[in-house]
């Protein structure tokens, strides 16, 4: 930590967590055909990029606020090598996908939206999580079906989410209003993971509140993975995946 904030290998921020390289590295050989075009509609942060241009993917992703925009391309230019395939960050509101990267053909969607008004990302109106969650989520319907039109015939889609409660206490149900904005895209609901999060301090915060309020403390995020078309296709479009009897040692030894 320096000056309050986490220092990472990708990224600083002020916020408690990164998104996963591994889950990314994962996600693209699993799900996206070998340098195949990645969408990201929720690009807030640069991993998913950053790891993208390292695989030879080529990445898109949209992201509302310039200056994160400018920290994402700033962090690539550092990470990824020239002969790397560079991921492109365009700014703007992914509820214009169509107007921002009309000729785009994706090969695969990969993303992870804010958690509705969990945290506040900025002032901008058109910031999804200063929205009341029924207007955020009818802004996060529209930003998926563009995303999902965009999407090559027989190619999987993959987002990473959480429950959210809303002030009052209760879940709003993000994850079931995420696999259903998905299959009302046309899209099936294909695979779910369960992505584990370091614990920290959440059994100390868990025991001083759950007398009072019962609520359960998570230590996990949904992966959630669609198909468009045909899933037999999909599949065959990504290849044979490599493994090797000792790839456990191999992981981490390269780790």
Known sequence: YKNGKRETGLVTESCTSIFDPVLCEIAYRWFCPAGGAVLDPFAGGSVRGVVASGLGYQYTGV???????AANKKQAGEIC?????????????????????????????????PYADLERY?????????MAYPQFLEAYRTIIAHACAMLKPNRFACVVVGE?????????????????????????????AVLITPAGSLQLRA??????SRKLGKSHQNI??????????????????????NALEEAVAGA
């Open 63 to 69: 992201e509302l606020r310039g200056e994160q925009v």
């Open 164 to 192: 959210v409660r809303a002030k009052g206490g209760a879940y709003y149900n993000f994850v079931g209003d995420t696999v259903k904005a998905f299959t009302d895209a046309g899209m099936a609901f294909y695979n779910e």
């Open 81 to 113: 090598g020239k002969e790397a395939a560079q991921p492109v960050w365009l700014e703007g509101c992914s509820t214009e996908l169509p107007k921002l990267c009309p000729n785009l053909k994706a090969d695969f969607i990969f993303t992870c939206p």
């Open 224 to 245: 959630l993975v669609f198909v468009k078309g045909f899933h037999k296709e999909a599949a065959a479009a990504c290849g044979d995946i490599q493994f090797t009897d």
């Open 122 to 130: 900025s002032d901008n109106v058109r910031d999804l999580s200063t």
């Open 207 to 212: 025991g001083r509140q759950f007398s009072k």
